[in-house]
Every structure is written in structure tokens, then in C-alpha cells.
């Protein structure tokens, strides 16, 4: 007969705890079609019942009058094919709570609060009074509905606000298509079952499955060509997949949500020198990270290297994500990149991201098309692949003074673009900005008049990446260097 030994009270202080300790516990309960008692006919209520038939509960409010809210959301009815919202016109009254599955109030005051939940108590009915923690068996926490993937987050009441927050960074994370994703799932769990032998092979299958979730929404074959990738040979391996990601200027804050998610998705990330750390931490934490930086004047990683390591990662099966600053699309090489990845049948996306023109628009609180000064707006190279000022540029169309003008990369070659749009014709007194590390916590900034671009160029400095405006549209900024520049822009 085995026999049941203890630890010596020093181990057992010593072993860790499997769970730390909760202040609620989180549980999913099945609504659909169980009753439940909702009193009151209040806004608040209306958000409470809204929620219970969405889980396909049969709601009675139980309220003499009700909101317009409420009034509405009964007019419109549930959403879920087994729930239901019904209008008691009357008060609530105990018989009432008698075989519900849940009981809410939302009370005037605390006297009114403790008869309901102690009506509810002598039911045996789960209570919960609206904003009265104290007559609260249970909470509702703050949701990210990709049903039937549900999150919901609880602060115990502390911190709704900061439970809001949360839920708002998770819906960043979570793509719309997961619920295709999870309920294609729930329709294939038989059907593996019995295809697939429990193990390795079965959880082969179902990461594949995952990271493919991540992505675009599941077409009709999506699931016969999962099982057809199983069936190949052994040594087969998935081919993964490119996507071009645009970074913005450096502000994490200026990510779009389909960037922050494929940065989840990642299993390789190929990042340029100037992508920010804080960009870099809404990554997956598993992810590979990899330097591949390209600054003018420094050593820097050649893009044939680049597409080689981009095509050896998708070959190998791996997601790989090429984290570019700006977008991709615009001074960014995405066409060589994209070009020698179909070549090698590698599929690619690309994710747009904010143009650092557009960041430095916003930051100077300048419109680039202003129509009292500005028709067309332009973006150009400072210079080639040899370091100087691409020789095919029409300086005469860039000398126009209804358009605006801006310059990526432009700082070492400065001097020349001042020469080669005053040789054009552009009046010497049209107004230039220059800014540096836009939207990044060193970002300086210059404003002035074209015939002083080389020399404030020098002032600035050569160490980082700078964009030039010229253009009627940046006359502003000259009128107001005064109040809100650096000292760099009085120069």
C-alpha cells in the first residue's frame, strides 16, 4: 500500500507555488439559452443585458420605464440565434429570481442594493449590482471579442480605466479574421482527430494551422491545403513568406495595427539602422532580430546580402518580416526587394507605414498642399547610389513655386540642391525647413530661406537623418522660428 509522505517543513516553504494567488477566478460560462434577470431599465443595464444576449441568454429586464438606449437595443433584439430580450414592465420582485442563471440590478442606493442581493442569495442565484462591488459575486471584465476566441481582463474593480487600456493593446494584437481562424477550428477538430495520429504529428499540424491564423482571412481550401502539407514528404518543408513592413519615422505610437500584428506574427525580423528600440519591443519576444542596417556614409549591410538572408529564412519555412523605416514603398528599395522574392517564388506583402515627409508635416503642423501656396507636393532623393545627387533629377520642375518640395537624404548634398534649384530659377528667399530625427526624442529642427540651406545644413550637423522642405507652404514655420524652435533654428 503506497504511502502518502509529506515534505520537511524547510522544503515545503522552499517549493514554489504552482499559481500565484488570484483575486478572481476567470471563468467562461455557458448562457445560451438560460434565463437571466436584469432590473432596472438604465443605460448601464442596457450595456449588461446587450452583453448577456450576445452570449444567448434570455433576458428579462424587469424596469417600469426604461432608457433610450434600452428601449432600443430591445426594438433591435439579440444577435445570438438563442438569445432573447424581453421587457417586464414592472418592478423586480423576488418570485422573479427564482431558476435564473444570473441576477443583475442597478440600484439607486445601498439599501436598495442589499435587497436585491440577499434576494438573490436566498435564490441561489450568482448577483451582481452595478457599480456596488460589495454586492457583486462575480464581475464583468473588459472584452476583445473575436468569438468564439474570447478575452475578457479584470482589474477586481481597481482599475476599470486601466482595464480598458489593456483591452485596447490586445485588440492591436488580435486580427479580425482569428474568428474565422478559430471557428474553422472548432470544424476540424473530428475530422484531425481522425486523420491524424494523436503526438507529434497532430500538434504539426495545429502550428501550422496557428501561424497561419495570424494572417489573411482562411479561404475555402485553407484546410485541405494544410492537410496536403502533412501528406508531403517528410523532408518537405513549408515555404514561408516576406513581409515588407513600413516602421514610420520612429515613434512606436505611429505604427499601424496591421504592422504591430505582423511584428507578432514573426518568426525573423530584418530591421534598418533607423527602426527605433521601442519599435523593436512590439515584436514577438521569440523572434529572430537581425541588424541589417543601410546610413549613407557608414558601412552598411549590401542589399544583395539583404534578399539572400530575406529568401533564406522563407525557404526554411520561416515568417520573416523586413522592418522598414518610413514606408517601405517610398525610397525603401521594396521594388528590388520584391522583385528578386517573385522571382524565387517567395510570396510578399507589404504593410505601408507613416513616410517620414509626413511625419515631419505633422510634427511642423504644416498641410504639404495647402491650396493657398502649394498644387503638387514631391518627394525626392538626396542622392544616388553613389553618394551625390542623382543626375536624372528635372531641377526646372522642382523650381516651381506652387509645389512643395521635400528631400530625403539629402544632408551631405545640400549645399548642391541649394545651388541646383537657385541655377533653376527658384527665387533665393523661398522658404526651407530642415529637420532632423523626425518624430524621434532628438528631432532638431532649422527654418529659413533657401540662400542659407548649406550653411544651416553644416550647423545642423551630418550625423543623422534629415529631411529638407522647400515650398511656399513652409512660410509658417519662417514666421513662427522665433517662438517655437530650437535655438539651432534661429541659426
Not at 256 to 276: E, M, N, P, Y
Not at 361 to 366: E, I, N, Q
Not at 369 to 377: G, K, S
Amino acid at each position: 500500500m503506497p504511502v502518502l509522505q509529506t515534505l520537511p517543513n524547510d522544503v515545503a516553504d522552499r517549493a514554489p507555488a504552482r499559481m500565484a494567488p488570484l483575486a478572481k477566478l476567470p471563468v467562461f460560462w455557458s448562457l445560451a439559452g438560460q434565463r437571466v434577470i436584469v432590473a432596472g431599465g438604465s443605460d448601464a443595464c442596457a450595456w449588461k443585458a446587450e452583453l448577456l444576449a450576445a452570449c444567448g441568454a434570455r433576458v428579462e429586464i424587469h424596469a417600469e420605464q426604461l432608457s433610450e438606449v434600452c428601449a432600443t437595443l430591445i426594438e433591435r433584439g439579440s444577435p445570438h440565434p438563442e438569445g432573447a430580450l424581453i421587457h417586464r414592465p414592472m418592478a423586480w420582485h423576488e418570485d422573479v429570481l427564482a431558476g435564473a442563471a444570473l441576477a443583475i440590478a442597478d440600484c439607486d442606493d445601498e439599501a436598495e442594493a442589499r435587497e436585491f442581493f440577499e434576494a438573490a442569495r436566498r435564490a441561489g442565484v450568482p448577483v451582481n449590482v452595478i457599480d456596488k462591488p460589495a454586492f457583486c459575486q462575480f464581475q464583468f471584465g473588459s472584452i476583445v471579442n473575436r468569438s468564439p476566441v474570447v478575452v475578457s481582463i479584470s482589474t477586481d474593480g481597481a482599475a476599470p480605466i486601466l482595464a480598458q487600456a489593456i483591452r485596447r493593446r490586445i485588440e492591436t494584437l488580435l486580427p479580425t479574421s482569428l474568428k474565422s481562424w478559430a471557428t474553422l477550428a472548432q470544424s476540424l477538430r473530428e475530422e484531425i482527430a481522425l486523420r491524424l495520429k494523436p503526438g507529434a504529428e497532430r500538434r504539426a499540424f495545429w502550428e501550422r494551422f496557428v501561424d497561419r491564423a495570424f494572417g489573411a482571412e482562411p479561404t475555402q481550401t485553407s484546410a485541405r491545403d494544410l492537410l496536403a502539407e502533412m501528406k508531403g514528404p517528410a523532408q518537405a518543408r513549408p515555404v514561408g513568406r516576406v513581409t515588407l513592413v513600413g516602421a514610420g519615422p520612429g515613434d512606436a505610437e505611429y505604427l499601424t495595427l496591421k504592422a504591430v500584428r505582423a511584428l507578432q506574427a514573426a518568426d525573423v525580423i530584418l530591421f534598418d539602422d533607423l527602426v527605433s528600440d521601442e519599435v523593436l519591443e512590439l515584436a514577438r519576444r521569440e523572434a529572430k532580430r537581425l541588424l541589417v542596417g543601410k546610413r549613407g556614409g557608414r558601412t552598411s549591410c549590401r542589399q544583395e546580402d539583404i534578399n539572400e538572408m530575406m529568401l533564406t529564412f522563407a525557404k526554411a519555412g520561416k515568417n520573416v518580416a523586413r522592418l522598414k523605416s518610413g514606408d517601405p514603398m517610398i525610397f525603401g528599395r521594396a521594388g528590388e526587394e520584391i522583385a528578386y522574392l517573385k522571382q524565387h517564388d517567395i510570396p510578399v506583402d507589404v504593410i505601408p507605414g507613416i513616410t517620414a515627409a509626413s511625419a515631419m508635416a505633422s510634427r511642423l503642423g504644416v498641410s504639404l498642399t495647402h491650396r493657398d501656396h502649394a498644387q503638387a507636393v514631391q518627394f525626392v532623393t538626396g542622392h544616388s547610389r553613389h553618394g551625390e545627387l542623382p543626375e536624372t533629377i528635372d531641377w526646372h520642375a522642382l523650381a516651381d513655386r506652387k509645389k512643395t518640395t521635400v528631400f530625403y537624404m539629402g544632408g551631405r548634398t545640400a549645399g548642391a540642391i541649394q545651388n541646383r534649384l537657385t541655377e533653376a530659377g527658384l527665387d533665393t528667399k523661398t522658404p526651407v525647413v530642415i529637420v532632423s530625427s523626425v518624430a524621434s526624442a532628438d528631432e532638431r529642427r532649422w527654418s529659413g530661406n533657401l540662400e542659407d540651406l548649406a550653411i544651416a545644413m553644416v550647423d545642423m550637423g551630418f550625423d543623422r537623418p534629415v529631411l529638407i522642405g522647400v515650398g511656399e507652404v513652409f512660410s509658417a514655420c519662417c514666421l513662427a522660428a522665433e517662438d517655437d524652435l530650437p535655438a539651432v533654428a534661429r541659426a
